[in-house]
């Protein structure tokens, strides 16, 4: 069974950093595509970032290029999103979430397979 466990959420600052994990179970993991998704409360779910399985190719959505980091680590089964920078816009409940292969580099941001429960992240103004 396919699981997927995020952590990390919290209340932070503007301008102060977190760092979300994402644990995962079941699976062959370093065949699998990792992707970071959010939702802020009345908006629609947003594709955050994309690690691809073998070559970890990376992906972001321009809201959080060059203030997030994705990165795999497949030793542990576990990605890592680390967000600098954070802005009260970034403050919504973040999910992870897995499909065989690499990341879609066109459709990556709309769907994935299997997901996880999501980690509840507030930025302050």
């Known amino acids: 069974e396919v699981q997927l466990q995020a952590s990390g959420g919290g209340l932070v600052q503007a301008g102060g950093s977190l760092r979300l994990s994402c644990a995962a179970s079941?699976?062959?993991?370093?065949?699998?595509?990792i992707g970071w998704f959010r939702q802020a409360p009345g908006k629609e779910r947003e594709g955050v970032s994309c690690?691809?399985?073998?070559?970890?190719?990376?992906y972001y959505a321009d809201s959080v290029r060059g203030r997030f980091t994705i990165s795999r680590d497949n030793t542990k089964n576990t990605v890592y999103l680390q967000m600098n920078s954070l802005k009260p816009e970034d403050t919504a409940t973040y999910y992870c979430?897995?499909?065989?292969?690499?990341?879609?580099?066109?459709?990556?941001?709309?769907?994935?397979?299997?997901w996880g429960k999501g980690t509840l992240v507030t930025v302050s103004s």
């Open positions: 690690i691809s399985s073998r070559d970890g190719s990376t």
């Open positions: 079941g699976f062959t993991f370093r065949d699998y595509a």
């Open positions: 979430a897995t499909e065989m292969g690499p990341c879609d580099s066109e459709l990556w941001t709309l769907d994935m397979e299997f």
